[in-house]
């Protein structure tokens, strides 16, 4: 089964029916019904929070993660993560961080809107949302 981790502006778009609802809608639909395996990193879910509490408010934002987490699962973060992406030359640490944690803990492909944000990926498959169904039908 392949293993994605999710971008937090996916996520957003998904949670708050913005941008590209219906594209994020598709890959969480995906995950919901065990196709995929979805993940997020722990401090995506507190990008995740801070954005949805500032937006609709706390309730909101408790209600929605603690959903999204019965079906996508947290990666971990360890130090070699950190050392990697500080010297791994990226303009954005976060970014790096993201990527080295996906490489490191297996994943087949990151789903994000910012493509151009990863581009010094290596190891693994950038994928934008509207793109997903057909990565994922290579693999069925």
Known sequence: MKKILIDTNVIIDFLLEETNYENAQNVIEEISNGNVRGYITASMATDIFYLLQKKIGKNFALNALT??????????????????????????????????????????????????????????????????????KQYK
């Open 67 to 136: 959903n999204l987490l019965k079906i996508i699962d947290i990666l971990t973060v360890c130090r070699d993560d950190v050392y990697a992406a500080l010297n791994s030359g990226w303009n954005d640490f976060e970014d790096a961080l993201q990527a080295q944690v996906a490489v490191s803990n297996g994943m087949d492909a990151i789903i994000t809107r910012n493509i151009k944000d990863y581009k010094m990926a290596k190891n693994i498959n950038i994928i934008l949302p509207n793109d997903f169904n057909n990565y994922y």
